[in-house]
């Protein structure tokens, strides 16, 4: 089983399994069992929805009508989860984290005996419709276990693997929709077979532990290889078994394998689906990839998730990950990144210490052509904003911004195929959007005059705080906030993260 974390003072990151996750919110109060029967056509739906919107706990499904197994959702669905996920504490070290553990991959290592491969079904008995029969949206195009099922492949020149996470649609009783677009890793891999006239090897695998959920979502460069993201995360080698009917690797813990081909020229309608912006995808024409065979553990439970915009699995796991990734990328390229915040695609705001006129415009042009989530809006802010608070980053928009000097537009930019701006024509495409939110110090200075001053009164502060500040419980930088044994200490021991409020108490 994993071992816990180092003494860095963050939690847990090396977890065995779901299984071990899933546990972990056990302990937390944070997982819902409903096992009384439901019906997939909407209650799962409904159900989930209501449980993302209110960030409410992971819910496990045990009876589902028409289907054999048991299912999870909204497992990392909520904030507190995904960084639980990580043994991150809060939003505002999570990328510098992120890039610390990340400075070196970690291969895998391959084992020969995995939980994952315990059970196998072969030919007619492979009934996907057994396995995951759910809707998971009012006007989707059928059924679509493939919402947090991982798809990996292997580029046919360089041997790397690539674990992206594609919606698929059951076609048939062994044949899914395959919706990767064209600029993602793996359906660039099955283009490459295509090319070459051949059927591409493929897995999916779903009901793995949280590091390789959060890695398979990332938008990385071309050429990496996410499960060794997964080991820098996790600080510890991921366990990898071959697969059976080829010679791809998945992770050995994994609740279900799915093998099979994708084959070149094979095209089928999927879809609709409602995604991850919070609105419905067209239907496409897609490959289809054909399951041959299944593998699975004893007592399986399958992973699912209902896609919209944030709160949602997708819009964490994908958002935060690519973030992370993106951040790491701008603050090789541009100097005085301090910090970045993203959703899910189409916002960036970047926290930097501006060093010199245009600073902000480079890391816009940074965002926009060396990242590879494909953002669209790019707000650029100072070092005194707290990009983790809207209401800070608004301040700047709404006081240091002078629209025909610092909002920046730059048409046909390389865009989401998801992107429900732009028509069916245009998909691809986007427009650039950056807003210069820093104070315009260089503008000030050419004239002779002095940038107007912050009312902050920092010095006051500092001051106050050493004087009053253990007797200030509700201050959260006061001592008592942070953790001494003071005479105002707050109440309950977990303040404002714990969503409890300190009761209120006389200091003279």
């Not at 504490?89 to 553990?101: A, I, L, T, Y």
């Not at 007619?124 to 195009?141: A, E, F, P, S, Y």
């Not at 677009?181 to 295509?194: A, D, I, L, S, V």
């Not at 553990?297 to 993106?326: C, H, M, T």
Request: overall charge positive; aromatic content about 10%; hydrophobic content about 35%.
């Amino acid at each position: 089983m994993a071992e816990s974390s180092k003494g860095d003072g963050m939690g847990k990151r090396k977890w065995y399994d779901m299984r071990e996750f899933l546990a972990f919110l056990e302990s937390k109060k944070d997982v819902m069992h409903i096992r009384e029967q439901v019906d997939p056509g909407w209650e799962i739906n409904g159900i989930t929805r209501l449980g993302l919107q209110e960030h409410g706990p992971a819910i496990v499904f045990h009876r589902i009508k028409g289907a054999d197994y048991p299912m999870v959702t909204n497992l990392l669905g909520t904030d507190r989860r995904y960084l639980w996920a990580l043994g991150i504490d809060k939003w505002s070290d999570f990328n510098e984290e992120w890039v610390r553990r990340t400075e070196k991959t970690v291969p895998w290592r391959v084992v020969k005996d995995a939980p994952c491969q315990e059970v196998r079904i072969d030919g007619k008995k492979i009934d996907l419709h057994r396995i995951c029969n759910t809707v998971w949206h009012q006007h989707d195009g059928g059924e679509f276990p493939g919402t947090l099922s991982v798809s990996v492949t292997k580029d046919p020149e360089s041997g790397v693997l690539n674990a992206g996470i594609y919606r698929m649609h059951t076609l048939g009783r062994n044949t899914l929709g395959w919706g990767a677009p064209e600029y993602t890793h793996g359906r660039q891999h099955y283009m490459k077979y295509e090319r070459l006239g051949k059927p591409m090897p493929m897995a999916v695998i779903t009901g793995y532990d949280p590091t390789v959920f959060i890695c398979a979502s990332t938008r990385t460069p071309p050429d990496v290889d996410e499960f060794q993201i997964a080991g820098a995360l996790r600080e510890e080698p991921l366990d990898m078994v071959k697969c059976q009917l080829s010679d791809i690797v998945v992770p050995a813990t994994s609740e279900w394998v799915f093998e099979g081909v994708v084959r070149p020229g094979v095209r089928k309608i999927e879809g609709g689906f409602g995604e991850y912006t919070g609105y419905y995808g067209e239907a496409r024409s897609n490959p289809v990839f054909e399951v041959q065979r299944i593998t699975h553990r004893r007592n399986p439970i399958f992973l699912g998730a209902r896609e919209q915009w944030y709160p949602s699995d997708s819009a964490l796991s994908v958002g935060k990950s690519s973030q992370a990734v993106a951040f790491k990328t701008l603050r090789e390229l541009v100097p005085g990144v301090l910090d970045m915040r993203c959703d899910v695609t189409y916002e960036a705001i970047v926290k930097i210490d501006k060093l010199f006129p245009g600073h902000p415009q480079q890391v816009m042009d940074a965002v926009w052509g060396a990242t590879y989530a494909r953002y669209k809006h790019v707000i650029v802010v100072d070092k005194d904003i707290d990009i983790w608070n809207y209401d800070s980053v608004h301040w700047a928009l709404s006081t240091r911004v002078r629209a025909d000097r610092d909002v920046n537009i730059l048409p046909r930019r390389a865009g989401q195929w998801l992107d429900p701006a732009v028509a069916l024509r245009e998909k691809g495409w986007q427009t650039g959007f950056g807003i210069d939110a820093t104070m315009p110090d260089d503008e000030y200075r050419f004239w002779g005059e002095k940038p107007p001053r912050t009312v902050d009164d920092p010095q006051i502060v500092e001051k106050v705080l050493k004087k009053w500040g253990a007797k200030l419980h509700w201050v959260k930088s006061a001592p008592a906030a942070r953790g001494t044994k003071a005479e105002g200490k707050r109440a309950g021991g977990q303040g404002v993260r714990a969503g409890r409020t300190a009761q209120s108490r006389g200091v003279m």
